[in-house]
């Protein structure tokens, strides 16, 4: 510590960050509490993007932190493999209780990028269990982003995610096209009009690659960290119709969108199209301790079980899937969010965020809005010749404003905690609009 109480920030080496530049310009967060956070040097911001996308129900709350307190105190550690204890088992069922019909196996990871992985072993190990061992291929999306690890980087549609570690990536992948054409879905409100047809490619790449190589179909129903991307009506009904008519797992990766983003507790239930898994992390514990996940369908989790009782079904684990402390923090997610019906509270917020949101279209530098459920972007003009630049200056005005946002190359990300108030949503997007008329 130095004598402003700032810590020698040189060891720890910060993910997808500019390392150098956050060291010469540091923000550290020192407190959270409801749907602000308290910023080292005292200022109060808004946690625009709930963490990342992490704690719909805000910061503190008591219900978690005594529930942790409990399971560390009565049980801190157990075994999942071979043994189990009764938390990993309660909240898998509770999962599955939330999840649409059919979805109701669920197999424990810490990370989202973990139980990407997970679930794209899943996938083919279920082929492999049908005697279809060449299904191994798996079909991604530009612009997607599923995590970090090989099978993420692999499905992954971000080419600086992808470029460095091609040699460790699959080379037995294909991509969708994205669906984001501002000529044609320009400020949309919620989901585009134009864009089912793009589902067509996976047609094309069936004929292709031959549906006899594809495992899976992996896909975020809206994709969060590139922007808000939202389908276009019709397109996941259409990839859902193509899979199902292949043979094709079709995975929705709900990493952001699970757990009441979109207004339903899945994105599945929202847009009323059901995958034959889902992946899911981030919110389950409000962010309070690491969890991840993949929700199986029964039919898939049943194909796997057909050989000696006391054989291993799936050579795949983490020494930490199903931790207590995890599962304690996730049980007291779950109870918050049905006792104070957040995601009903989610789902009427919306409404105000899309009005608000779009309400700043005409401030400069605004060259995209869009928008469903508790989640928003508005993409900026990048200056010529420095893109980043001109979203980083908004984040750095919006800290003056007492805002904390989210950049990604030009693009603002909001998507308040579900405990926001009417207000505070209007307060955001008024502090908005002053960054965007003081940045250059
Ligand atoms: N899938 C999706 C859809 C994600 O959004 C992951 C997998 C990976 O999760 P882990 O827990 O391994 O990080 C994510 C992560 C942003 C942002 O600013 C989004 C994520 C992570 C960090 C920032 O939108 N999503």
Request: net charge neutral.
């Amino acid at each position: 510590m130095n004598t402003t109480g700032t810590p020698d920030l040189s060891a720890f080496w910060m993910p997808f960050t500019a390392n150098r530049h956050f060291k010469h310009h540091p923000h550290l967060i020192v407190r959270g509490e409801g749907a602000y956070y308290t910023l080292q040097d005292g200022r109060r911001v808004f946690d625009c993007l709930s963490g990342l996308w992490c704690t719909p129900l805000g910061h503190g709350r008591a219900e978690i932190a005594s529930a942790v307190s409990a399971q560390l105190a009565e049980l801190d550690f157990a075994p999942t493999f071979q043994v189990g204890h009764p938390k990993a088992f309660e909240l898998a069922g509770r999962i599955a209780r939330w999840a649409p019909p059919g979805l109701n196996r669920v197999f424990f990871a810490n990370s989202g990028s973990e139980a990407v992985d997970s679930a794209l072993k899943i996938a083919l190990a279920y082929h492999q269990a049908r005697g279809e061992a060449r299904r191994v291929r798996i079909i991604g999306r530009e612009r997607a982003y599923h995590g970090v690890g090989i099978g993420g980087i692999s499905a992954g549609g971000i080419a600086v995610n992808r470029r460095t570690f091609g040699a460790l990536a699959s080379p037995f992948v294909d991509h969708l096209p994205h669906t984001h054409d501002p000529a044609q879905m320009r400020f949309s409100r919620g989901q585009p009009a134009w864009g089912a047809h793009l589902a067509d490619v996976l047609e094309r790449l069936v004929a292709l690659h031959d549906a006899s190589t594809i495992a899976a179909v992996i896909v975020e129903p809206m994709q969060g960290s590139t922007g808000v991307i939202v389908p276009p009506v019709g397109y996941l009904e259409r990839l859902r119709e193509i899979c199902t008519r292949h043979g094709i797992v079709l995975i929705f990766d709900e990493v952001i969108t699970g757990f009441g983003r979109l207004g339903a507790n899945f994105a599945a239930q929202q847009l009323n199209v059901t995958p034959d898994m889902i992946v899911f992390a981030k919110a389950v514990t409000n962010g309070c301790v690491p969890l991840g996940g993949v929700i199986v369908e029964q039919r898939l989790h049943d194909a796997l079980m057909q050989g000696p009782e006391q054989m291993i079904e799936l050579f795949h684990g983490y020494t930490y899937s199903g931790h207590p402390v995890a599962c304690a923090a996730g049980l007291a997610t779950l109870d918050v969010m049905e006792r104070e019906g957040l995601i009903g509270r989610a789902r009427d917020l919306a409404p105000v965020l899309e009005q608000e949101v779009h309400a700043l279209r005409d401030e400069p530098h605004v060259a995209d809005i869009r928008n469903i459920g508790l989640a928003a972007a508005i993409d900026l003009t990048p200056r010529q010749g420095a893109p980043g630049a001109r979203a980083r200056a908004a984040f750095e005005q919006g800290i003056e404003a007492g805002l904390l946002l989210r950049f990604t190359g030009d693009t603002l990300a909001v998507a308040p905690p579900f405990v926001s108030t009417e207000d505070e949503v209007r307060q955001m997007i008024e502090r908005l609009r002053g960054v965007l008329r003081r940045i250059e």
